[in-house]
């Protein structure tokens, strides 16, 4: 049964950087491709970014363009998170489809059917 587990969440201070991992379990491609959401107290699941099964292809939401990176390792997906703000204090969650992609990657949850249990990002001095 496949499985996402998320990891590296925690406190930081504003200007700070942390790196979030996403790593399936159950599957035999390594490959799927990745999505990164999050979720703030009172607020409504956005997305982040995402990256290809090809791993070429990665989109990012604006308000993270150029402070945020997502790359892969195999079956392991990465968010790198530089000069955070408080504003993106939330609980990140990563997703997968069980599909090869190519060079394509998904905006929206409704298209990530699997779901890690998601991990919290604080940022506040």
């Known amino acids: 049964q496949l499985q996402l587990v998320e990891s590296g969440g925690g406190l930081v201070q504003p200007g700070g950087s942390l790196r979030l991992s996403c790593t399936v379990s159950?599957?035999?491609?390594?490959?799927?491709?990745r999505g990164w959401f999050r979720q703030a107290p009172g607020k409504e699941r956005e997305g982040v970014g995402c990256?290809?099964?090809?791993?070429?292809t990665t989109k990012y939401v604006d308000s993270v363009k150029g402070r945020f990176t997502i790359s892969r390792d195999k079956n392991t997906v990465y968010l790198q998170m530089n000069s955070l703000k408080p504003e993106d204090t939330a609980i990140y969650y990563c997703?997968?489809?069980?599909?090869?992609?190519?060079?394509?990657?998904?905006?929206?949850?409704?298209?990530?059917?699997?779901w890690g249990q998601g991990t919290q990002v604080t940022v506040s001095s």
């Open positions: 159950g599957v035999t491609f390594d490959y799927y491709p």
């Open positions: 990256i290809s099964s090809s791993g070429d």
């Open positions: 997703a997968t489809v069980e599909r090869n992609t190519g060079h394509e990657c998904y905006d929206f949850p409704i298209e990530y059917p699997y």
